[in-house]
């Protein structure tokens, strides 16, 4: 990011009162080549330290063809969301083995929509979930891989709104329950 000669403000050398002009406003432009920088320096970290590992990209923090076009090529993972997520990466060309669906409060259809486009990994918040995606998967004849997301109870003294570790939380399992 720099202020170019003009004194506008440019991303990657690109001009954005001029990007503005050309193609009107509101605009969102982002600097491929530091996504595709911070992509490979996740994962050099990862793979240095852990094997047999993934990186996630969190595609509900910008969830157009083009980041899942990157995310592919960088070898990334997707963490999806949503129905709408899911479409959007495959339309993208994005491999469905490689998206993990985790949004919490999942309805059937959208359980039914992920399994026929064989998402490669719900992550489940509750054993309800789990029965969901169990006989969906099974109706399919499908063996359906999962993560069962877990709370370990912890109380993390912050505002109760983000607070998620909780055993009353709408994310996961809480461990002390059983």
């Not at 605009?27 to 490979?40: A, G, H």
Request: hydrophobic share 35%; charged share 30%; glycine share 8%.
């Amino acid at each position: 990011y720099s202020i170019n000669e003009k004194g506008h403000f440019a991303i990657n050398g690109h001009d954005t009162v001029e990007l503005a002009e050309k193609f009107g406003t509101p605009l969102y432009v982002i600097d491929e080549d530091k996504v595709r920088k911070m992509c490979r320096t996740y994962k050099n970290a990862v793979s240095k330290h852990f094997e047999n590992s993934d990186i996630l990209y969190a595609s509900k923090a910008l969830s157009f063809k083009g980041m899942y076009r990157i995310a592919k090529e960088e070898g990334m993972c997707v963490d999806a969301v949503s129905p709408g997520e899911i479409y959007t990466a495959i339309s993208a060309g994005f491999p469905s083995d490689r998206i993990f669906y985790h949004g919490n409060n999942k309805m059937r259809e959208d359980i039914e929509f992920a399994v026929e486009n064989k998402v490669g990994c719900f992550v489940a918040d509750n054993c309800e979930e789990l029965d969901f995606i169990n006989d969906v998967a099974e109706k399919k004849g499908l063996v359906q891989k999962v993560l069962l997301r877990i709370t370990p109870g912890i109380d993390p003294h912050t505002h109760a709104k983000i607070a998620t570790g909780n055993v009353d939380s709408k994310f996961g399992e809480a461990i002390e329950t059983g």
